[in-house]
């Protein structure tokens, strides 16, 4: 008779500040329409008990947490004793962290694991293909039947919670199991239910300069100071410590961090480390170039640009670097990278230079060096036909799973108008509108947590 998952002893343990550990390893199948063919995935999660309920594993419910992305792993929390784990742990559950597959430890991709396994770009397009929310959620409710062996249904359902990304795949779970669902958090990531990703951008672009007007008011000087660096990258080839290009465009890339909390602060450093190399050196500084590669996450977890936009396609959409055409359409003036166009545009030297948000471009792939190698595939995502459904709308206008979620009302990555269309869109579904947290609410403060558990309750009845 095989062995309990939850009885194995050969699972690496250990504790943290408030849990026992358990690192477990699960195989899936890459297809899961075609499991049958032998092809599969490893997936990793990371098991976390409460300390000292350690033989109560088999009858506790699991909260399982999605992480943000796409393409990133989770993080490893150092303790339970505060944050949303806390909480969870408060609320009776043993938490499961799952690294999606694709990341983390779970069979990663990357242009070094693609070269080992296929000869050919349409073999690694048609291999990433299957590593969407669809999947991702299919490999969660694999994991689930595996731990949850023998109990009773409806004690072996998960509670569900969300980041950005994590949430989106939380929506495709209420559209493919909602019956394993026990109850759901989402935070920061109500998904647009859309077929294609030009919505999004038309959205996010706008309220990008809404970021930047915000950033520049409280950082004035730094308009002089981008123009310099800006002037600087277009006509120096700037090479990182890395391999990579910090072209101008790339630059732009640091109002990224606008989106979270402390963002603007993070990147006035980079600028004012910057600029200040530029008058005393003439050149950036290693010390500088190396602080702006670490704060860029394209290489070091290559998903996050070459199925960015590939998260919003259905119905077989192609994105078609979504991102790019809207810019070049409707906000080329806007986000301009060029010194020559900036300098004729005639605004003068107190104009101030836009960083760009959450998007990617093709020509990334020259300017990361880890993307570099993944061009081809990037483009053939890109090109890519046949995105199936993410979401059944008809499924979640029927919804009887108890759901709550938070929406924060400036967030720069998940436009919140879009996503009050999808939470109307799910029977149910309580929303929490705010504007004291940005993207990162969930990891910043405790209280965004213990918010969504009370309203889910109806402790809070007054929104």
């Known amino acids: 008779m095989q062995t309990h998952e939850l009885d194995k002893t050969d699972i690496e343990t250990y504790v943290i500040p408030g849990g026992t550990v358990y690192e477990r390893f699960f195989e899936c199948p890459l297809d899961y329409s075609q499991p049958q063919n032998g092809q599969t995935v490893r997936v990793f999660v990371r098991h976390i008990v409460p300390l000292g309920k350690e033989s109560q594993m088999r009858e506790l419910p699991f909260m399982l947490y999605l992480q943000g992305g796409p393409g990133f792993e989770c993080r490893f929390p150092g303790s339970v004793k505060g944050g949303w784990h806390c909480t969870a742990i408060t609320e009776g559950y043993q938490i499961l962290l799952i690294d999606q597959r694709g990341t983390g430890l779970s069979s990663p991709i990357n242009a070094d694991s693609l070269d080992a396994r296929f000869g050919t770009t349409a073999e690694k397009v048609e291999y990433i293909s299957h590593f969407r929310a669809d999947n991702i959620v299919r490999d969660c409710e694999h994991i689930r039947k595996i731990l ?27 559209s493919l199991f909602p019956e394993s669902i026990s109850k759901a958090f989402i935070t920061g990531g109500i998904p647009p239910l859309v077929d294609g990703p030009d919505a999004v951008y038309q959205a996010t672009y706008s309220r990008m300069m809404s970021r930047n007007k915000q950033y520049y008011e409280k950082f004035p000087r730094d308009v002089a100071r981008v123009r310099s660096i ?3 990258l277009n006509e120096v080839d700037v090479a990182l410590p890395d391999g990579g290009r910090l072209s101008p465009r790339r630059f732009q890339q640091l109002g990224i961090s606008f989106g979270f909390t402390g963002g603007f602060d993070s990147v006035h450093l980079l600028v004012f480390h910057a600029a200040n190399d530029l008058e005393t050196l003439g050149r950036l500084s290693t010390h500088t170039l190396t602080a702006i590669a670490s704060s860029q996450s394209f290489d070091s977890n290559p998903l996050y640009c070459i199925m960015h936009e590939a998260i919003y396609c259905q119905k077989g959409t192609p994105s078609l670097w979504s991102a790019h055409r809207v810019r070049e359409t409707c906000f080329a003036a806007e986000f301009e990278h060029s010194w020559d166009r900036i300098v004729a545009s005639g605004e003068g030297d107190s104009s101030p230079v836009y960083f760009t948000g ?70 149910g579904f309580r929303q929490w509108v705010t504007n004291e947290f940005h993207h990162n609410g969930l990891r910043a403060d405790s209280r965004v947590m213990t918010y969504l558990v009370n309203l889910l309750r109806g402790d809070i009845t007054d929104l």
């Open 358 to 427: 959450e998007s990617v471009y093709p020509w990334m792939l020259d300017d990361y060096a880890e993307l570099r190698r993944l061009k081809d595939v990037a483009q053939g995502l890109a090109e890519y036909t046949g995105w199936g459904q993410l979401y059944n709308v008809d499924v979640l206008a029927k919804n009887t799973v108890p759901v709550a979620g938070v929406s924060y009302y400036n967030d720069m990555f998940v436009d919140f108008y879009l996503s009050e269309k999808t939470a109307l869109a799910i029977k």
């Open 148 to 174: 949850c062996q023998d109990r009773a249904d409806k004690d072996s359902k998960l509670a569900l919670l969300g980041q950005s990304f994590g949430g989106f795949c939380i929506t495709t779970y209420l």
């Open 230 to 232: 800006m002037k600087h």
